[in-house]
């Protein structure tokens, strides 16, 4: 097993820019997929990024594309979502989740993925 755990969210406003960790425990990082999905109140669990095992591939949705990276450094055990031109839209919880199907790249649907943090807030100020 895994565990997870998100830091790096925060108040902000319009148009700001904040820096998302994910810290993971074990010694198979490596052999995850990692994810960022985010859900605000009353809303289902929408996917944000995603990454392959070793960072050569990436994923975005629609909604963050151009304004998001997502990146990761295996020897620290560490996933990232650099979020820039924040916009009041993109006020959430934001997770990390990791995914061990070897088979798969990358997802972006929840139910695929075994391991999820706590969560971080992120919000966006109008």
């Known amino acids: 097993q895994v565990q997870l755990v998100e830091s790096g969210g925060g108040l902000v406003q319009t148009g700001g820019s904040l820096r998302l960790s994910c810290a993971a425990s074990g010694r198979t990082f490596s052999s995850y997929s990692m994810g960022w999905f985010r859900q605000a109140p009353g809303k289902e669990r929408e996917f944000v990024a995603a990454?392959?095992?070793?960072?050569?591939?990436?994923d975005y949705a629609d909604s963050v594309k151009g304004r998001f990276t997502i990146s990761r450094d295996n020897a620290k055990n560490t996933v990232y979502l650099q979020m820039n031109s924040l916009k009041f839209e993109d006020t959430a919880v934001y997770y990390c989740?990791?995914?061990?199907?070897?088979?798969?790249?990358?997802?972006?649907?929840?139910?695929?993925?075994?391991?999820w943090g706590q969560g971080t807030q992120v919000t966006v100020s109008s």
């Open positions: 990454i392959s095992r070793g960072g050569g591939s990436t």
């Open positions: 989740a990791a995914d061990p199907t070897y088979s798969r790249i990358y997802s972006n649907t929840p139910a695929e993925y075994d391991y």
